[in-house]
C-alpha cells in the first residue's frame, strides 16, 4: 500500500530533509584529495545529532555508516572507511537519510574530487538532469513508471550509459523504504497513480558502462560488473495538487 502523508508528517520531513541538505552541503565543501570516507562520515552524523535527528543508515540491516560513500566504479551502499582516501579525479557519491520524529529524510549527490575527466563531468550532469527530469513528472494523477521512470529513462539513452535495474527509489516516511519501487526505466506498465501527499525518493543510478553490477564479499557494496564509473542522484520529492515539493532541497 503506497500511503499519504498528513500535513504534521510532511512538516516533519521537511525537517528531516533539511538536515540531510545540510548534510550535503557539507559534504560539497569537504570532499577532496586527501580525506577519508570515514571523516565525512563522523561530520555527517554529528551533523544528523546535533538536529536531534538519528541517522537513518545507522544500523539499517547492520548498515555501519551514518553516509553511504560510494567511490568511482562503486554504484551505491559504499561503506565509509579510514582507509579510504579521496584522490584526486575520483567520484564519490554520497547517500544519507535523517530520521526526526520518526520520519525519514533521503537525499544523495555525487561529488567531483577536485578536476575530473570531461567523461565523468558529463556522467554527473546528465544523472542529476534524469533526477530533475523524474521529478518534473511528479504530478497527481500521472502514473509512476510511465511517466517518471520513462523521463529518467530518456534522459540515460542519448549518451548510452548503463541504467542499473537492481536499485532504485521508494516511498519514504515512517519507514525509510517504503512502496512503490522506482524504476530508474519504463518497465512496460504504467505503474500507479500519483496522488497529493505520497513522498517518493527519486534516485537515479547511471553508469559510463553496462547496467550490470553485482555486490561485493562485504556483502554491502554495489560495484558495476565492468568497473566502469557510475553516479547516483536523489531527492526526497511530495506529491502535491501542483507542483512537486523537494523535501531535501539543498540551498
Ligand atoms: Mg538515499
Ligand atoms: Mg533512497
Request: with cysteine; glycine share 10%.
Amino acid at each position: 500500500m503506497i500511503t499519504r502523508k498528513s500535513k504534521y508528517e510532511i512538516s516533519l520531513m521537511k525537517t528531516a530533509g533539511s538536515i540531510v541538505a545540510e548534510v550535503l552541503e557539507t559534504m560539497k565543501e569537504m570532499v577532496q584529495p586527501g580525506v577519508s570516507t570515514l571523516e565525512l562520515d563522523e561530520k555527517a552524523e554529528q551533523i544528523i545529532l546535533s538536529h536531534n535527528a538519528v541517522p537513518a543508515f545507522k544500523g539499517y540491516h547492520g548498515f555501519p555508516g551514518t553516509i553511504c560513500a560510494s567511490i568511482n566504479e562503486q554504484v551505491v551502499h559504499g561503506i565509509p572507511s579510514k582507509n579510504v582516501i579521496l584522490k584526486e579525479g575520483d567520484i564519490i557519491s554520497v547517500d544519507v537519510g535523517s530520521v526526526y520524529k520518526g520520519l525519514v529524510g533521503d537525499s544523495a549527490i555525487t561529488l567531483p574530487v577536485g578536476e575530473i575527466s570531461d567523461e565523468l563531468k558529463k556522467l554527473l550532469e546528465v544523472t542529476e538532469q534524469a533526477l530533475y527530469d523524474g521529478i518534473k513528472q511528479m504530478l497527481p494523477g500521472n502514473k509512476l513508471y510511465e511517466t517518471v521512470s520513462a523521463a529518467i529513462e530518456n534522459c540515460a539513452k542519448p549518451y548510452g550509459y548503463g541504467i542499473v535495474k537492481q536499485y532504485g527509489g521508494h516511498g519514504v516516511g515512517r519507514n525509510m523504504h517504503e512502496e512503490p519501487f522506482v524504476y530508474n526505466f519504463h518497465p512496460g506498465q504504467p505503474g500507479p497513480e500519483l496522488r497529493p501527499g505520497m513522498v517518493i525518493a527519486i534516485e537515479p543510478m547511471f553508469n559510463l558502462g553496462t547496467g550490470d553490477v553485482h555486490v561485493l564479499s562485504d556483502k554491502w557494496t554495489v560495484v558495476t560488473n565492468d568497473k566502469k564509473h557510475s553516479a547516483h542522484f536523489e531527492h526526497t520529492v511530495l506529491v502535491t495538487d501542483d507542483e512537486p515539493v523537494i523535501l531535501t532541497q539543498r540551498l
